[in-house]
């Protein structure tokens, strides 16, 4: 049995090993790409996110074994950052490039766009949405370094998913996939490690849910 609409402080290996063959309708998340970005300046000389919680990027990517759950459990797959796990990835046909409407004239160390990994058998995609580093069209509060734009994450999953499917982030962070999941009309499931995150999440969704009917 499924607990839908629910968030775990806990290892995600553990918690995807519970889950039965093919009972996600999709995955979509944002593993550590093991860069130990979390660590250093920034580029303009300043320590680097002293704002933030946790070591959130000062592990080496997920084992093998973490892809091989999430291939395992869900019937589609949605990675950001998929160019980082190339070895651990099957070929792809459908690649979401994310322009983020960088200013080519200015001379920044922020990428311009970020490849997504899809395991849809459909042509390459373009999303735009304007994020480079705090510069963002979100309306979102900032909580994690790495934090994507809920309104990015729900488009991703309105476009890849019906209402009422179940949404699951192995690697939740600050509980956007989550919160996006519920203005889409999906159901949940995450996991996070880090408590100070888990919190966050928890404080996100107990805001938000009471202004949503339930899903069906």
């Excluded at 998340?29 to 580029?43: E, I, L, R």
Aim: with cysteine; proline share 8%.
């Amino acid at each position: 049995m499924i607990e839908l609409d629910t968030i775990f402080n806990q290892d995600c290996l553990m918690g995807l090993k519970a889950l039965p063959d093919k009972s996600i309708d999709l995955i979509l998340t944002d593993p550590p790409y093991g860069k130990k970005a979390d660590k250093g300046t920034n580029g303009f000389g300043a320590a680097k996110n002293r704002r933030y919680t946790g070591g959130w990027d000062k592990e080496a990517p997920p084992p093998q074994e973490v892809f091989n759950e999430m291939f395992r459990v869900a019937k589609n797959l949605i990675i950001f950052g998929g160019n980082y796990f190339g070895n651990v990835l099957p070929p792809s046909n459908c690649w979401i490039f994310w322009d983020k409407k960088g200013d080519i004239a200015f001379q920044n160390p922020f990428a311009d766009g970020e490849l997504i990994y899809t395991t849809f058998k459909k042509p390459v995609k373009k999303i735009v949405f304007r994020q480079q580093g705090f510069i963002t069209d979100s309306k979102d509060k900032r909580y994690h370094p790495t934090q994507k734009p809920t309104e990015l994450v729900q488009t991703l999953i309105e476009m890849f998913s019906e209402p009422g499917q179940v949404i699951c982030d192995p690697f939740l962070g600050s509980g956007t996939t989550a919160i996006a999941a519920v203005k889409a009309g999906r159901h949940y499931i995450g996991y996070e490690i880090d408590p100070g995150y888990f919190q966050i999440c928890c404080d996100r969704l107990d805001e938000l849910e009471d202004g949503f009917p339930p899903k069906p």
